[in-house]
């Protein structure tokens, strides 16, 4: 089972612990020493003084006459420090800290309440969060811990660190994990093979973000998924029998760059569905834009194909766009022109949705294996925030044509920032 940081959970509190790392640096103090950030976190009210309140100066003062190995605050500092580093919000490899873009924006919010804004930044921030264990192999937890929930309704608080004991976010690994909830606690421990401490930690914080973000419903001791991110107060999501299993279609195959997007047709092409019935020359002219319409889809799906193959990627397609197989990665691209009208882009946003994650669920072929697969909707142009943030809600990185290359958003960069230089 991965390792997890279980100081704090509250997003408020993560806030203002992110402050105090850009405040001690501002003053050029030392944010990589345990003692003099534990010490800023116990001042800023993040790190208690114990269960019996009592002055901060006196605790202080008792702390660090105790052995360093002793002194709470400072295992709260190196457990934060932890998990910012897992969240991207701090590189602390070097002698200091380095904080990111994300991490200043995250202590932007230390006082503030918690707005729409605010949550839906965190929300990204946790989805996006990975981690990799012994073996290297990288897995995103709380999006592990939202399938096992959503496939396990009434999963107890504890049985939520079956996220993670997952090696990666694949099928295989969830239905792993789903079997293990149905033991005991007992029964889990002795066949994961690790202590009663280890499973008692890897329980604290994954369920309570999640009780946060409203993406779950808690009752009692049991959690529902949530009937849409951040809707806990709108109910549980519909609860439906499993889906008979779907074979993956024999039809995808492997494609290069230069034989990519030659299979589709204006009859078959899914954008630029015309309404209601046309005369004769309407009907001539909307098949004149179909073709070019179809011509500039097939050229952009070959344009990120080629940089995709460049990165050392093997490229599928049919039914979906492309597939680009880079190791244990996979990037999943659907891609959609636009007339520039706000009916068009909300038509092929809504179809970029339903497609990645359909096809996701139930059309990959049996080459992608084990790959942890990331989700990309690439269009024309730049499509609007509110779009880009919705699609990103649903774990849905947006890119963009943009001259030469391509231009995407925050999602986009910590999915393919490692293959596509100018989203870094």
């Known amino acids: 089972m991965k390792g997890f940081p279980n100081q704090v959970a509250e997003l408020s509190k993560l806030a203002i612990a992110m402050r105090c790392i850009v405040?001690?640096?501002?003053?050029?103090?030392?944010?990589?020493?345990?003692?003099?950030?534990?010490?800023?976190?116990?001042?800023?009210?993040?790190?208690?003084?114990?269960?019996?309140?009592?002055?901060?100066?006196?605790?202080?003062?008792?702390?660090i006459q105790k052995p360093k190995s002793g002194q709470s605050f400072r295992t709260?500092?190196?457990?934060?420090?932890?998990?910012?580093?897992?969240?991207?919000?701090?590189?602390?490899?070097?002698?200091?800290v380095l904080v990111t873009d994300t991490g200043r924006q995250t202590a932007a919010?230390?006082?503030q309440d918690m707005s729409a804004e605010q949550l839906a930044f965190w929300r990204r921030a946790i989805r996006n969060m990975t981690h990799a264990g012994q073996d290297d192999s990288e897995s995103h937890p709380y999006q592990v811990l939202l399938r096992l929930v959503a496939r396990k309704p009434g999963i107890t608080r504890a049985k939520?660190?079956?996220?993670?004991?997952?090696?990666?976010?694949?099928?295989?690994?969830?239905?792993?994990?789903?079997?293990l909830a149905d033991l005991d606690e007992?029964?889990?421990?002795?066949t994961i093979g690790i202590t009663k401490s280890n499973w008692d930690n890897a329980k604290k914080v994954l369920p309570k973000f999640a009780e946060q973000l409203g993406d779950v419903i808690r009752d009692g001791d049991?959690?529902?998924?949530?009937?849409?991110?951040?809707?806990?107060?709108?109910?549980?999501?519909?609860?439906?029998?499993?889906?008979?299993?779907?074979?993956?279609?024999?039809?995808?195959?492997?494609?290069?760059?230069?034989?990519?997007?030659?299979?589709?047709?204006?009859?078959?092409?899914?954008?630029?569905?015309?309404?209601?019935?046309v005369d004769q020359a309407a009907a001539a002219a909307g098949i004149r834009n179909r073709r070019l319409r179809l011509r500039r889809h097939n050229f952009l799906v070959q344009k990120i194909a080629a940089r995709l193959a460049q990165a050392?990627?093997?490229?599928?397609?049919?039914?979906?766009?492309?597939?680009?197989?880079?190791?244990?990665?996979?990037?999943?691209?659907?891609?959609?022109?636009?007339?520039?009208?706000?009916?068009?882009?909300r038509d092929r946003v809504w179809e970029a949705l339903a497609q990645l994650l359909y096809?996701?669920?139930?059309?990959?072929?049996?080459?992608?294996?084990?790959?942890?697969?990331?989700?990309?909707?690439?269009?024309?142009?730049?499509?609007?925030?509110?779009?880009?943030?919705?699609l990103n809600q649903q774990n849905i990185a947006v890119i963009w044509e943009d001259g030469n290359g391509f231009a995407g958003d925050a999602l986009a960069a910590n999915f393919l920032g490692r293959y596509l230089e100018e989203l870094r």
């Not at 599928?316 to 068009?344: H, Q, S, Y």
């Open 312 to 345: 050392g990627g093997e490229l599928f397609e049919n039914p979906f766009d492309l597939l680009a197989l880079i190791r244990n990665v996979g990037v999943l691209v659907e891609v959609k022109t636009l007339d520039g009208t706000e009916a068009d882009e």
């Open 76 to 96: 709260t500092a190196r457990g934060l420090r932890e998990l910012f580093r897992l969240l991207g919000f701090i590189d602390d490899s070097g002698e200091d």
């Open 23 to 63: 405040r001690l640096k501002r003053h050029g103090e030392q944010a990589k020493d345990d003692g003099v950030f534990g010490e800023a976190l116990v001042r800023a009210g993040v790190a208690g003084t114990g269960h019996v309140p009592m002055p901060i100066e006196e605790y202080l003062e008792a702390q």
């Open 359 to 390: 096809y996701q669920a139930f059309l990959l072929p049996p080459a992608a294996g084990q790959a942890s697969v990331r989700m990309v909707a690439c269009f024309e142009r730049h499509i609007t925030n509110a779009h880009m943030q919705w």
């Open 186 to 190: 007992d029964e889990i421990i002795t």
């Open 109 to 111: 919010f230390a006082g």
């Open 222 to 277: 049991s959690f529902t998924i949530a009937d849409a991110p951040g809707r806990a107060d709108a109910g549980p999501a519909p609860q439906r029998r499993a889906p008979a299993a779907v074979r993956a279609p024999r039809t995808s195959r492997a494609v290069t760059p230069q034989n990519i997007g030659r299979a589709a047709t204006t009859e078959d092409f899914d954008e630029f569905a015309s309404r209601g019935q």
């Open 160 to 179: 939520c660190a079956l996220a993670l004991e997952a090696v990666d976010d694949s099928s295989a690994e969830l239905d792993r994990i789903a079997e």
